[in-house]
């Protein structure tokens, strides 16, 4: 079945450590995201990328770094400079159309 | 600017009764508009899509919304609730922005069913 995997599923982060968070789509999609979910605030776009080698800042990638070697993947790397880096974060990737997004299962970080 | 507010933050409903949650949205042109559900620790799952076709639109599960132009509303509704309707639903517009298709979220609303 086509769909996205994230992983892992909780991750755990000691201070000042950097952690990256997987994200592999088989969909063939061109466009891929990757989102902050903090509790009351819906979704907000950390990075997106539309093709291989390019991708631009969202909202808030204040801390945040990714790549885009292979179309089918988008890791997310939590540096030590995000701040409060304990969210849920959800990676999406969408086609050519216009219209939704299909989302992964998430990761759980969450700093001790 | 497109934004979507989603008027309650919680909703609470007995198995069996209607459910409404309720999004208004505001764009500068004609939207495309979505309704997302999220259950505990999972991703996102598409529940309907409006793109300029029928104002009536039917999704999965049996969630129906309706596109309202002169009320800026996209209701989502659901004749009877089901206790595994029990979960954050996210009302989404859509935009171009840089060339690429961006999604805006609201806030959600998380919806209890009750015995």
């Known amino acids: 079945d086509g769909g996205i995997t994230q992983s892992p599923k909780y991750l755990f982060r000691k201070e000042g450590q950097n952690v990256t968070l997987s994200c592999e789509q088989n969909?063939?999609?061109?466009?891929m995201y990757w989102y902050r979910q903090d509790p009351g605030q819906g979704l907000r776009l950390i990075y997106y990328?539309?093709?291989?080698?390019?991708?631009q800042k969202g909202d808030i990638a204040e801390g945040y770094s990714v790549s885009r070697e292979k179309k089918e993947s988008f890791p997310l790397t939590v540096t030590s400079a995000q701040k409060n880096p304990t969210a849920f974060y959800l990676c999406a990737s969408s086609g050519i159309e216009l219209g939704g997004y299909t989302f992964g299962s998430g990761t759980r970080l969450t700093v001790v | 600017a497109q934004s979507v507010t989603q008027l309650d933050s919680h909703v609470s409903v007995s198995e069996g009764t209607p459910v409404l949650l309720r999004c208004n949205y505001s764009?500068?042109?004609?939207?495309?508009l979505f309704w997302y559900v999220q259950h505990p620790n999972k991703g996102l799952q598409l529940l309907l899509k409006y793109t300029s076709a029928a104002t009536l639109v039917k999704g999965i599960n049996g969630f129906e919304a309706e596109f309202k132009k002169s009320e800026t509303s996209f209701h989502l509704t659901k004749p009877s609730a089901h206790m595994s309707d029990a979960a954050e639903y996210f009302c989404?517009?859509?935009?171009?922005?840089?060339?690429?298709?961006?999604?805006?979220f609201g806030a959600g609303t998380r919806l209890a069913v009750h015995p």
């Open positions: 764009s500068s042109y004609s939207p495309s």
């Open positions: 969909l063939n999609h061109d466009a």
């Open positions: 989404v517009v859509s935009r171009l922005s840089g060339g690429y298709n961006k999604l805006i």
């Open positions: 990328s539309q093709i291989v080698n390019d991708f």
